[in-house]
């Protein structure tokens, strides 16, 4: 009886760690047919044109993602430099100068911030800048992807501010320098391989969004055309290009995640490999 | 000086509630509590109401979750309390880059790839299964609450896999020993020992899975099939509240029309907040029983 009972709990430990093991694995295998797919169908769809060229009128078959391929990064850059000032001086007031509860409200904050959905920040956008300038805008579309960045961009520099060893702040505040001049001589320095990662990752992940820009930056086929002027992007494209029943449009959507891809993953990967690498 | 921007990020989350708030007053005033119970969504007669958009929302999180959690949970056990050191952070590698890959492709895979091969299951689901009502219906091009679950259900594996990873990590050793010691398996040791003891953060980590479903945005509207639609039958197109939003907005030209997507945008803030929220709290609580430990 006893025998009996200790190989049914046997049997069932098995059966439950190659579960968990199948688990892993159905997740790794997700990745692989979506990355896969996307990848085979989008190299082969990739030409030079769709560098060098803009798009097409409906109908008509060539043209390419020139525009949307500069706005994208054009959406990028604004948003950045919206974000970058307010999310690092955030990180650096929760880190060195806040006292425990400020610090703890402001994280709890930042967290709530990152979680709000992002078709809802492009909403909040539209209202309150391409309504009270009564024009869709590459501007509004920075202030959009901004809001979404600084959460990111604040958290991880202050996870990156701790890392730095007291040590180092005291050894600082020894030599008789202000604290300003202590955070950013010495411990920003300290902190500047973990703080430009998560800025990095911050980058991949704006460069991606979609819902942000559908009533914001609401896509051009000019190119940029001013600040205050809508503009085309990577991501927009694909959607518009994905869901037209035109087979060579459809080909190019393709062409554009295959591009939009290797950007997203090629930052987040070189990043985590920097990252490891210093840690090790 | 930098608490100035710190108090940024709180004041950009209250300026949501009050913008929101001022942007859907027209449709607030005009239809009250009505845009809660009527699933008409009328731009001609202008009748607009949150009944389909909040109903498809809960049912494709629902089906998400429903498939998510248990591939998570075993991914989280795989990760911390199965896989040899050398394979852990590789198996973390490629679990993180699927939460990396922007929305809009999941959804152009979902649509030609995902949709096509799903369709042919919902057609022998409902032919065969026909008697249960979330069966029981026509299938058409395969857009559905359905396939709309399954994207979803791609896209939280990774966060739920992350935090509970997490949380299972915090579990102190001595309670594996001691549970080890009395001559338990490994299976039982985490069932009775591991499990139990981060289980806050583990509801945490599923709630937070639950907030990225119910705001997804993309990879939905291009699955989904966007139809006002109240049904039970599962493989029937339907929309959610930010597949609403984003395949509506562009077109909305009267005043109300706007005034409800934006009413729309701030019943999902609203939801996400609320769970957000909790979800925080529950893994923070979960973080702070470890360095009472330690």
Not at chain 1, 5 to 32: D, E, F, H, P, Q
Not at chain 1, 75 to 86: D, H, K, Q, R
Not at chain 1, 139 to 162: D, K, N, Q, Y
Request: with cysteine.
């Amino acid at each position: 009886m006893a025998e009996h009972g200790y190989s049914r709990r046997k049997w069932s430990n098995r059966l439950m760690l190659g579960l968990s093991s199948a688990a892993a694995g159905l997740a790794i295998l997700v990745l692989v047919l979506i990355l896969g797919y996307a990848l085979v169908r989008g190299a082969s769809a990739l030409n030079l044109a769709f560098f060098t060229q803009a798009a097409k009128p409906a109908g008509q078959v060539g043209g390419g993602m020139r525009n949307e391929i500069i706005g994208t990064l054009i959406l990028v850059g604004l948003g950045s430099l919206l974000a970058l000032p307010v999310g690092l001086l955030a990180g650096i007031f929760v880190a060195e100068f806040a006292g425990p509860r400020m610090a703890a409200s402001v994280r709890f904050a930042a967290d709530i911030l990152a979680g709000v959905p992002s078709v809802v920040v492009g909403v909040f956008a539209y209202a309150i800048v391409v309504r009270p300038l009564l024009s869709y805008s590459a501007f509004a579309a920075g202030v959009a992807l901004a809001i979404i960045m600084i959460p990111i961009v604040a958290r991880t520099a202050e996870e990156s501010l701790r890392l730095v060893p007291n040590s180092m702040r005291e050894a600082a505040l020894a030599l008789g320098i202000t604290r300003w001049r202590a955070v950013l001589s010495v411990i920003v320095p300290g902190a500047l391989t973990g703080i430009l990662t998560g800025i990095m990752l911050a980058i991949a992940r704006i460069a991606g969004e979609t819902a942000p820009l559908l009533f914001t930056a609401l896509g051009s086929q000019f190119g940029f055309q001013g600040l205050l002027k809508p503009i085309g992007a990577l991501p927009l494209q694909i959607y518009h290009y994905a869901l037209s029943p035109y087979a060579d449009w459809q080909q190019q959507a393709w062409a554009g995640a295959f591009l939009l891809i290797l950007l997203v993953l090629g930052i987040s990967i070189l990043v985590r490999r920097i990252g490891s690498r210093r840690h090790a | 000086m930098t608490l100035v921007f710190a108090l940024v990020i709180v004041g950009v989350l209250i300026g949501f509630l009050v913008v929101l708030n001022i942007g859907a007053l027209p449709a607030i005033q005009h239809f009250g509590l009505s845009f809660f119970t009527t699933s008409i969504w009328d731009p001609v007669k202008k009748i607009f109401g949150a009944l389909a958009s909040v109903y498809g929302t809960l049912v494709t999180s629902a089906i998400a979750l429903l498939i998510a959690v248990p591939v998570s949970l075993g991914a989280a056990i795989f990760l911390v309390e199965v896989a040899p050191s050398w394979l852990r952070g590789p198996v973390s590698f490629f679990i993180e880059m699927l939460a990396a890959i922007p929305s809009v492709i999941i959804g152009l895979w979902g649509l030609f790839v995902l949709v096509p091969a799903i369709k042919p299951v919902e057609v022998w689901l409902s032919t065969h299964l026909g008697f249960l009502p979330i069966f029981k219906g026509t299938v058409l091009a395969g857009l559905s609450f359905f396939s709309a679950g399954i994207i979803l259900t791609f896209m939280v594996i990774p966060i739920i896999t992350a935090v509970s990873r997490d949380a299972i990590k915090a579990v102190p050793d001595t309670q594996r020993e001691a549970m080890l010691a009395l001559g338990a398996t490994r299976w039982e040791t985490i069932r009775r020992a591991v499990l139990p003891y981060c289980r806050s953060g583990l509801v945490g980590a599923i709630i937070l899975g639950l907030g990225r479903a119910l705001g997804e945005t993309m990879a939905v509207t291009m699955v989904i099939g966007n139809a006002d639609k109240l049904t039970s039958f599962l493989f029937s197109p339907g929309t959610t509240i930010a597949s609403k939003i984003a395949s509506n907005f562009n077109e909305a030209s009267s005043g109300v029309f706007i005034a409800s997507l934006i009413e729309l945008a701030l019943i999902l803030f609203g939801i996400t907040l609320l769970v957000n929220v909790i979800a925080r709290v529950l893994v923070w609580r979960m973080t702070s029983v470890k360095g009472a430990t330690e």
